[in-house]
């Protein structure tokens, strides 16, 4: 069954603490995102690990293969359970990063992460391809990237919910889907382009769905988080 990773984007102490306290006993991932590791460091991995979450360090590594394998070695070192990179940064950075993170792992004797791909950013519609220098539909450009990252080993992608039949078809069922851009029926979608909802993404056959501001915007997080796990249950 499809997982729920709750994206928590935050740089305020208090803040976080309290969206922490408000999803204990919920099961749930937590995703902390470049403006949480930003302004707490690498180091709240490990403080959020400690709480009883899975952690999902959305750092989206970019750079040379050399680079982004050292890089990846320090996620590794922090417990992350699941961590990303761009598959935009080729085949052999993919590998590297893949590579790299499970050799640190295993030295320090912590579970292999997962490594996922980001393929193309949800807030990028069709008319934003060719400004970026991308040819083709956005189903076409991240079915591109997914395969680069598949044959660089890593576990799957980020990609849209509009994206998982392609990708599972190409590369595999067991090829992890990774779906930002998840709203609610009447949420606000806000900077999202290519959404959906919590029931189609499960249906679609999407394996995590990232939710944040429904849920970490919400008067009381909390209900609003099960009532996203109902969603999906259905």
């Not at 990303?84 to 992460?113: F, I, Q, T």
């Not at 934003?128 to 576990?155: N, Y």
Request: net charge neutral.
């Amino acid at each position: 069954m499809a997982e729920l990773i709750v994206a928590i984007d935050v740089r305020e102490e208090k803040r976080l603490d309290d969206l922490l306290s408000a999803l204990k006993g919920q099961p749930v991932w937590v995703k902390l995102g470049l403006e949480a590791l930003s302004a707490f460091g690498m180091g709240l991995v490990e403080r959020v690990s400690s709480r009883g979450f899975k952690v999902f360090a959305d750092v989206k590594l970019h750079d040379i293969p050399n680079t982004v394998g050292a890089a990846s070695r320090v996620v590794a070192r922090t417990g992350a359970a699941l961590f990303n990179v761009h598959c935009s940064g080729g085949r052999a950075m993919c590998a590297a990063a893949r590579g790299d993170s499970a050799d640190e792992a295993a030295k320090l004797g912590l579970p292999k992460p997962l490594v996922v791909g980001v393929t193309l950013l949800t807030s990028l519609g069709p008319e934003d391809l060719a400004t970026v220098g991308f040819s083709g539909t956005p189903r076409e450009v991240a079915l591109r990237l997914a395969q680069i990252g598949k044959e660089a080993g890593l576990d799957g992608v980020v990609c849209s919910v509009q994206e998982v039949a392609a990708v599972k078809e190409a590369c595999g069922k067991t090829y992890l889907t990774v779906c930002p851009g998840i709203r609610p029926t009447g949420a606000e979608v806000g900077d999202q382009k290519r959404v959906a909802t919590p029931r189609g993404a499960v249906e679609a056959g999407a394996d995590f769905l990232v939710v944040g501001r429904p849920i970490t915007g919400a008067t009381d997080p909390a209900a609003a988080c099960s009532a996203i796990l109902q969603d999906m249950k259905k």
